[in-house]
């Protein structure tokens, strides 16, 4: 059995991305995780009073993550092409880290100092690439808000199935989308 000296928030936090990839946004409990970690119940709650407080770490990770992932795939992109392609590495993201990014979506507390930061550093690459076209700051602030809730309803409708329409792609429609934000 796993020891609590053996345990530590970033084992917890891994474990329970883990468990929500595998199981879905719902399946980090105190209990899934002390069976998969090997130890007692009680043991995660000295790391986090409660599974809000676990979730909202989680979404922090996520957050991070994802900035990470923003920072590598947006190298070497400026203005408009690296809006499209933050735009883009986002999407794919969100959508290959599906349970993750609803968990974050549902658990994701700005009004927390550490989370509100994590997002607004995203916002600040977004608008690094803006500047070199956009210097009105309401359009700026109304761009980036077009561009996040166009990533989070792509993300939403495909994990509903809503996008399964031979019509159109899913892929254009978010790049017809993504270009008519841009205009």
């Known amino acids: 059995m796993t020891k609590k000296r053996d345990l530590s928030i970033e ?8 468990l929500v990839l595998d199981s ?8 899934n995780l002390a069976k ?7 043991a995660l709650y000295f790391y986090f009073k409660n599974r809000d407080e676990l979730n909202q770490a989680v979404a922090q990770d996520y957050i991070i993550s994802l900035s990470e992932v923003l920072k590598n795939e947006c190298l070497g992109y ?25 968990l974050t979506l549902e658990s994701l507390n700005l009004s927390t100092e550490e989370s509100y930061k994590n997002v607004i550093h995203i916002n600040s690459m977004m608008k690094v690439f803006m500047d070199s076209f956009v210097q009105d700051p309401a359009k700026q602030m109304t761009i980036t808000r077009g561009i996040r809730g166009l990533v989070i309803g792509e993300v939403v409708s495909e994990s509903v199935g809503m996008f399964h329409n031979p019509l ?16």
């Open 24 to 31: 879905g946004s719902h399946s980090a409990t105190f209990s």
């Open 11 to 18: 084992k917890i936090i891994q474990t329970a991305k883990e």
């Open 78 to 102: 400026s203005g408009k092409a690296g809006l499209i392609q933050m735009a883009k590495v986002m999407r794919k993201y969100g959508l290959n880290n599906l349970s993750l990014s609803l």
């Open 36 to 42: 998969k970690l090997d130890c007692k119940t009680q």
């Open 168 to 183: 159109i792609k899913n892929t254009q429609s978010f790049e017809d989308n993504l270009n008519k934000i841009l205009e």
